[in-house]
Each structure stands twice: as C-alpha cells, then as structure tokens.
C-alpha cells in the first residue's frame, strides 16, 4: 500500500508541476514591468553652463588628484550615482572615461550625461 501511494504523490506532484496557469503567461510579466519602468521614469535634468564647468572642473581635479568620485548620471530614464575612479578627461570632445569600483573596467561616458560629480 505504501508503493500506491508513492506513486499517488508522484504523478499528483508532476501534475502540479505542469499546471502553473500564471507561468504560462510571460507576456503578461513583460508587460507589467514595462509599466513599472515608465512609471518610475524621470526626465533627465537640464544644467546650466555653470553647473557643467563645475562638474568638468571637479572631474579634472579628481583626475589629478587621483581620488575617486561620486559620479550621478542619467541613463534610461533613471538618475544612476557610483563611485568611480576617473581615468581621462576631455572637455573638448564631450568624453570622460573612468573605472568602475565594482568590476574594475574602464568605462567611458559622455560629459553631456552627467547630473552631478561629488568627492567621497
């Protein structure tokens, strides 16, 4: 009798298995975190010339100095701060490249993506 209902357990557990009516649907999941995003979506923030010479100066200044920065930038409609170590600066060509703290990888970044650059 034990062997029965071993083999119950078995063939009611694959059943289960097979019958997960909310998995089946991933476009629905696709959806729902496609309007989540747009909700959670900001506008990327206008600087004035000011507040871009300020942040040119404080990246050159990091560069020379050799010390890491708290970088916020705007990418995908999100305001994104890491810390990172700058590498290379050019006002001129719109272009930085730094390091990524996590994952040691150089990076490069337009200047124009930048929100704010503050020292740790």
């Known amino acids: 009798m034990t ?4 083999a119950f357990f078995k063939v009611n557990l ?3 298995k097979k019958s997960c009516p909310l998995a089946t649907m991933p476009e629905q999941y696709i959806g729902l975190k496609e309007m989540i995003n747009k909700q959670v979506e900001v506008a990327q923030p206008v600087l004035t010339e000011e507040q871009m010479e300020q942040i040119t100066f404080t990246l050159i200044e990091a560069l ?3 010390k ?3 970088l916020t930038y705007y990418k995908k409609g999100q305001c994104i701060t890491e810390k ?3 590498q290379f600066v050019d006002s001129l060509g719109n272009l930085f490249v730094f390091i990524d703290e996590v ?4 990076n490069k970044m337009k ?5 704010d650059v503050r020292f740790m």
């Open 103 to 106: 994952f040691e990888l150089k």
């Open 14 to 16: 694959a059943k289960m």
């Open 68 to 70: 890491q920065v708290y």
């Open 84 to 86: 990172e170590l700058i």
């Open 111 to 115: 200047l124009s993506e930048l929100i």
């Open 3 to 6: 062997i029965k209902t071993k």
């Open 64 to 66: 020379h100095t050799n």
